[in-house]
């Protein structure tokens, strides 16, 4: 299983074990060891810079299941949402679809780029999941964001605290995913 996300996936501002990424891999492992999850999350990154990793990665590990947890950092850059879109599509066709199992994570954005961007941003992930049939996680900081006391400092990144909240969120789709 392969993570590729930014900095909510890479753990940043907390130990990388306190992470949801590291929480998943023991909860699989619990389950059988034989799961294995590669965590290739960079604090920073966006749809563009996961675009251009994704073909190396998947190489490198070939992975039977990809999570797609990218688009933050290009809503908070307010890039223009079809560039997210066609970065998020290739995204999805890169990691193949057809032979391994997707789940491309859902990402908001604070309210404060207007009524339009924020409805269009949330709206793209919703668009890329239907037009190639990946499950998606719809609202994957929800459970924590309007919590102050799960976040850092910043208001953007949660904290140790919050990872195990992320991962409930995530379990149900990555459970489905592993069932088939």
Not at 8 to 35: F, K, N, T
Not at 95 to 107: F, H, Y
Not at 125 to 139: I, K, R, T
């Amino acid at each position: 299983m392969l993570v590729l996300g930014d900095s909510i996936s890479a753990a940043y501002g907390i130990q990388r074990e306190q992470g949801w990424v590291h929480l998943l891999q023991e909860r699989l492992a619990d389950i059988d060891p034989i799961y294995l999850v590669v965590n290739a999350s960079i604090s920073g990154e966006t749809t563009g810079g996961g675009l251009a990793r994704l073909p190396a990665v998947l190489e490198s590990h070939d992975p039977a299941v990809v999570i797609i947890e990218l688009g933050g950092n290009d809503g908070l850059r307010g890039y223009p949402v079809a560039r997210i879109r066609s970065n998020l599509e290739q995204l999805v066709a890169t990691a193949n679809p057809d032979s391994r199992e997707i789940l491309l994570v859902g990402m908001q954005i604070p309210p404060n780029y207007g009524p339009r961007y924020t409805r269009s941003f949330q709206g793209l992930f919703e668009d890329v999941s239907a037009e190639y049939g990946v499950p998606l996680v719809p609202s994957f900081l929800e459970a924590v964001v309007l919590q102050p006391e799960l976040m850092q400092r910043d208001g953007i990144h949660p904290k140790a605290e919050a990872q195990a909240l992320l991962l409930d969120t995530l379990w149900p789709y990555v459970w489905e995913l592993l069932e088939q």
